[in-house]
T-cell receptor, first 114, second 113 residues
Framework: GDSVTQMEGPVTLSEEAFLTINCTYT??????LFWYVQYPGEGLQLLLK?????DKGSNKGFEATYRKETTSFHLEKGSVQVSDSAVYFC?????????????FGTGTRLTVIP | DAGITQSPRYKITETGRQVTLMCHQT?????MFWYRQDLGHGLRLIYY???????DKGEVPDGYVVSRSKTENFPLTLESATRSQTSVYFC????????????FGPGTRLTVL
């Protein structure tokens, strides 16, 4: 079955540090891949997505590249800010059942300190 | 205000009681979803609905009931709450079945004592 594995947190970084959050997936077909972000007290928001191999999703300085050969979709940011403190979820969707449900990773909590 | 709202935001109940969590969206989205978020599990789909009067089970439906008599509302009922249902519940809606169009509500934190 489909699944997503992401690195366990929590991750604590100093402001302007480089961020990588690892995500690998298992899927039977050709999934779309997503990163969602959850700020404190809020629901999840789509951060970026990639729908096919070698696509790069990007938003707000974050990037992730869909790597089919390594079944990975790692999230990166060159210089984190305190405002990036949140929980980040990797997710995939295959839509094979005709309904769009998402398979989520367990989430990685990022704390950025000044 | 437009968007997706959930109520209550926090709820404490006792084992065996019935609890209903409300979800309301103002976009007239066809699809609506209920997820639960637990430590170590991320989000898991409980139920979803493709339109009014059409609902289907997700990954973890046991112990939950849903209805969708109106497009904008999608209540989730725990008929007899158990401690294992202590969780944060998120409602989401989407215009179509593309996964990246799901919009999430702020969540309801439910504690079952």
């Amino acid at each position: 079955g489909d699944s997503v594995t992401q690195m366990e947190g929590p991750v604590t970084l100093s402001e302007e540090a480089f961020l990588t959050i690892n995500c690998t997936y298992t899927a039977t077909g050709y999934p779309s891949l997503f990163w969602y972000v959850q700020y404190p007290g809020e629901g999840l928001q789509l951060l970026l997505k990639a729908t096919k191999a070698d696509d790069k999703g990007s938003n707000k300085g974050f990037e992730a590249t869909y790597r089919k050969e390594t079944t990975s979709f790692h999230l990166e940011k060159g210089s984190v800010q305190v405002s990036d403190s949140a929980v980040y979820f990797c997710a995939l969707s295959e839509d094979q059942t005709g309904a769009n449900n998402l398979f989520f990773g367990t989430g990685t909590r990022l704390t950025v300190i000044p | 205000d437009a968007g997706i709202t959930q109520s209550p935001r926090y709820k404490i109940t006792e084992t065996g009681r019935q609890v209903t969590l409300m979800c309301h969206q103002t976009w007239s989205h066809s699809y609506m979803f209920w997820y639960r978020q637990d430590l170590g599990h991320g989000l898991r789909l409980i139920y979803y609905s493709a339109a009014a009067d059409i609902t289907d089970k997700g990954e973890v439906p046991d112990g939950y009931v849903v209805s969708r008599s109106k497009t904008e509302n999608f209540p989730l009922t725990l008929e007899s709450a158990t401690r294992s249902q202590t969780s944060v519940y998120f409602c989401a809606s989407s215009r179509d079945w593309q996964a990246d169009t799901q919009y999430f509500g702020p969540g309801t934190r439910l504690t079952v004592l």
